[in-house]
């Protein structure tokens, strides 16, 4: 069948060579020796293939066309530099009619023929040119006038001149090279170096007279400025001076409205600024963005969208002792000072994000820090709450702090001149910054804390401002609580009370404020209670508490545990009935009775007064009667914590579960009437919000869940890949799977092209030798003949001489 | 120094019979005043009497009386051999007192003395060992060092066995002499000296001896059998008197790994541990393994059990210590699915309700634990889900006080508790207190691993949170105190 087909082609290649190709193709499809049908073995519904019917026959005789063409032109111009261009106008182009072709060649040669005097000059109407300009018509010019003897006034050169030279538009040189003959005629007697003489006189004579003019102009200036000299001398009434001062004057200095003008050109022209806002629109701005950061403050309290900013950059940990760091220029700004101070505020306001990871370095360090009793430090503390004074531990790093706030005692005066010596120093230095760099890199990673102040000062002599910086903070780093036990110091209250000034602590979660929240509620339930300094201690963090949670109205069970045993404590033993004091408070045993006031004089003498915080440290040193009132105190600010809790956690569903047993100790076994009269005050106070809250369960219910789809029979559809039904991976892995896939089929292509290119050029070169040797052998057999006729004559001859 | 003298005498009698009297030179040195002399004479008799009886040198077998042995007919050798004996029995008298003595180093240095006489005796000296146990066991002091110094020799099977009866019978009569009062430091010394007894688990394992018997075969102190009883005759002599709770609950943490398993008949222990159950708080807590141990190994039928258990659940016991172990094993008696269902809704509401006390750690643990009820229970689920029920209650339908589980109208009621926990300030417990408003899931949480926690373990997973993000405060910060309502501006002043 095959080569049926193959002759076949060949017939039908060679008619539909010359016809067009659609009707020979139709033909084609219809004549079944043509078409090759790809049987399938299984009908598959809706796929489509694109190969169920071939012509194997067409695309063979394309593919050989295709090749005639490029390859074989290739084969044969093989070895050959030379190319033959054929410029024949249209000689290639089919859709021409052979006549019409003839038609335009020969309308294009008479054409190219056209005005041509002679026709026997071929290159008559090539002409050779020099920037536009006939070389045939410069060559007639040969002498060339020197202009560079005038260059004063190279732009005065008059048009005729300049025609001259130039050959421009002026009238005399208009003359074609190709009437020679005329020229001559129409040429005047002056010859054409008498001309261009003549030219030559005109324009200095123009010259000179430019020039006197000026002169005379500049003369007449120059009267004028000394007329109205005098003028102004008799105006300005100090005729001597003034003539003076204009004298020197005149030369050197520029005129005043030429500076002012200059001045003005080079000030900054003023921008278009935002217009100024009126107070309202401030206002209303404010108002806005405290919206925003109010909401913002409320999506984090319900713990929504935690993920989402997770593009910023990634927060460098307090243990970060990445030997390698880079001080960045933003981190200059930490220490700022004003009159002497640091200056805080500027930054908080900033909020950099530098700023952000060292406040939580910080407080981390706070948490870690345990708890400190003694308050000395505390005013201190809330005089300048200096971030970075709270970064340096309070034992062993007191030069540093000295340093970094210039209000300590220790420090003294030293330190002023110091700071001032660093402003002026850090003014200096800003220029010499690529040196720094240098500088910075030299310096060790690891710093001794000083010992003494000295020490201090000769570590940190000779360096910039920025070396020095780097140095605190490289001993800050090396002596971090966290690395070593001696660092580790002891927290004060206080910093749990900062957390909730610089933090939201109304957030779901929050990273310095939630370990904050686990450490007082740890405080709460792990420390014992057996001293009044405990219990004062104890009140103070659920305070804060209740202050961390006024937002969020979040639930802590350790507050409302704790106030109940302080509750507890204030009652006479054994009256622990009906309702529990759990842990550290105990129904029975030691420590209680710690807030039992019995004594009549001092209950009536009590007066509500804020607790010094000062007590944990003095305790010792009062009186009974103040104890005693202290202890009043105590129980007065628990009501208050009491009535508080009640009033926040009123819309929890069991809030009166909560609240029972505090309600149970309040109602029954509080012995009011003891009570001095403003203490029942706060009793009642508390007690009113605890009872006049309604009782109001609702039944809970579960929140819809989806309903479950139903299994349905439709077929699982699986995306049919380009490398087909391969699935699986990655999107990178299928990506690579595609590539590899289809440089395999490319790759197999091009193989087969080139196998098929090689047979066709072995077969016309095999057709070649075969057109050769059949060629040469004809030639010999003609030979051969020729010989053999030439023999038969010979022959022939000699036979009839022979014969003769 | 008496220390030149006392070697002198040693040699002296070491080596000539002749000097025997010197003996009493040494003896008188062990009732001396200084503490030097005593032990120093203590370390000379054990040199003494050690090499005596290497050479064989002291009477053995029923000892006559020394008047006698002297009137009567005996060789001059026996008669040596005799009051030589005498002597040595004279030494182990002051030494038994000498356990008594202020001094450590006396009573240890007399501790060993007595015991290098035990190895060096050819019968087991039960009277010895009688005297050095009553001496590890004073009444008014405490000698746990001792006794901790005495352990080594517990390892031998035989020693052991015959201090387990020497302490049964010291029981027998000290306690009896005070009819019943406690006496904390002798019961604490005899819980120190008992309660490290490490008994052998096969009769293959009990090889090692203190003294080496003919007829090791067959010898009572080989036989397991026999240690278990005296084990158990001992707990139990112990057991049966009133003990101070310290005690009482150190007995209990151990009773189930180390006391049980070895007993003959643990069914004995019902008795005590039914008094410990009923006396509540974490002694009952900790009875509850033992307990765990004879109902599920040995049929014990407990009436009333679950009715306890519920009655065990107050505030404490998330904040006990023993709170890991006892969820362990109230989660084991609440895993049997054929208990009815109002008895595991008291138990959920219960357990909810004191939840509202509970510190995070605690809470993080019994929330799975309750969904883990849910989820045995599908009955219970009213509880988190009714749809039908009555719109408002004015009153949580739960009796708290209720002791009677069936009684406590549980399943009427609704886990608000949970609903409440939603909005405690630890994330990790709100969140999984939310779980409250899905439907749960099929599959078992996994408690195991979150009964250990403790209160620095969360706050050491806070810690190394990290996070890219840190909002801050967007108020402006007006001094220490400068906020609005602030409280402890309120109630504290600085100075």
Redesign the interface.
Known sequence: MGKAAKRKKKASTSSKAKGSAEPTIAMVKSNPFEVKVNRQKFNILGRKTKNDVGLPGVSRSKAIKKRTQTLLKEYKEKEKTNVFRDKRFGEYNTKISPEEKMIKRFTLERQQNYGKKNIYNLNEDEELTHFGQSLAEIEKLNDVIDSDSDTDERGALSAELTAAHFGGGGGLLRKKASTEQEDEEEEKPKSRKELIEELIAKSKQEKQERQSRRESALELTEKLDNDWKEIQTLMARKPPKSERKDKEAEKPKPDEYDMIVRELGFEMKAKPSERMKTEEELAKEEEARLQKLEADRLRRMRGIGEQENKKKPSHVSADDLTDGFILDKDDRRLLSYKDGKMNIENVEEEEDKEEEEDKEEEEEQEEEEGEKEDNENEEGEEESATEDEEDVASDNHSDLESDLESEEEAAGNKEQKKHKANENESQNVEELDPKMEAAKSELPYTFAVPESYEKFKSLLAGRTVEQQLTILERIQKCNHPSLAVGNKTKLELIYLKITSLLFPTSDFWHPVVTPAFIYMSQLLTKCRITTLQDVIKGLFICSLLLEYVSLSKRFVPELINFLLGVLHISLPKKQAQGYTVVHPFTPVGKNLELLLVCDKKDLESWKKQNLPLSVVTRLKELSKTEINHIRLSCLALCFDLIKRCAVLYESLPSFYEIMHPIRVLLTQRVSVSEYPEQMQEWYHGALKELENKTKHYTPLICEKKKPVPLKQYTPKIVKVLEFGRKQGGSKKEQERKRLIHKHKREFKGAVREIRKDNQFLARMQLSEIMERDSARKRKVKELLGSLATQEGEWKAMKRKKGRN | MARPALAASLEAVLGDRGNANRVFEILELLAAKEEEDVLCAARTCRRLFAALLRRGELFAGSLPAEEDALRGNYSAEEKYKIWMRHRYNDCVESLSELLGHDSFQVKESSLCTLMKFWKGSIAFPRHLLKVVVNGLIPIHEDASLLISRFQEYMEYEDVRYFVMKAVTESIGQVMQKIKERPLPFYQQNVFSLISPINMPNKERDMVKFMMKQDNQEEWKVSKLQAHKQAFERMWLTFLKHQLPSGLYKKVLVILHDSILPYMNEPTLMIDFLTVAYGVGGAISLLALNGLFILIHQHNLEYPDFYKKLYSLL???I??VKYRARFFHLADLFLSSSHLPAYLVAAFIKRLS?LA?????EALLMVIPFICNLFRRHPACKV?????N????????PYI?EQEEPSESRALES????L???Q?????DV??AAAI????LSEIEDDISGLLELS??E??DK??K??????????EQ?R??F??K????A??????
């Open positions: 107050d505030p404490s998330y904040h309700r509202l006390t509970a510190p995070p509880l988190m889900h009714r749809p029920g009555p719109q408002d209650l004015s009153e949580d708290m609704s886990l608000w508790e609903q409440s926990l909005n405690h300030y630890h994330p709100a969140q409250l408003n899905q439907s209160a620095s969360l706050f806070e810690i949170k990290t996070s890219a993000n840190v909002p801050l405060e967007f910060v001094g220490l400068g906020k309502n602030d409280i402890i309120e109630h504290f002043a600085l100075d």
